[in-house]
């Protein structure tokens, strides 16, 4: 699943984007993904549940691409 989010403020916990998103059903699900160490920030593994992700951030994982942009791009 590729996917582009439209950041609304200046960013977005990485599990509040991983449940917007429907990678997880809840924010407890993303946190255990987080957790384990499945969820890839611009390449890097990334174990912190409330990460701030930015416009212009690739949120990645098994079988996800989320692209983070700035309102109207």
Known sequence: ??????LRGDYIPLCDLLKYCYV????GAAKHLIAEGNVRVD????L???CKIRAGQVVTGEGFEIRVVAPGE
């Open 43 to 46: 390449g890097a593994v990334e």
């Open 48 to 50: 912190r549940k409330a």
């Open 24 to 27: 997880t059903e809840t924010g």
């Open 1 to 6: 699943m590729k996917e582009t989010f439209e």
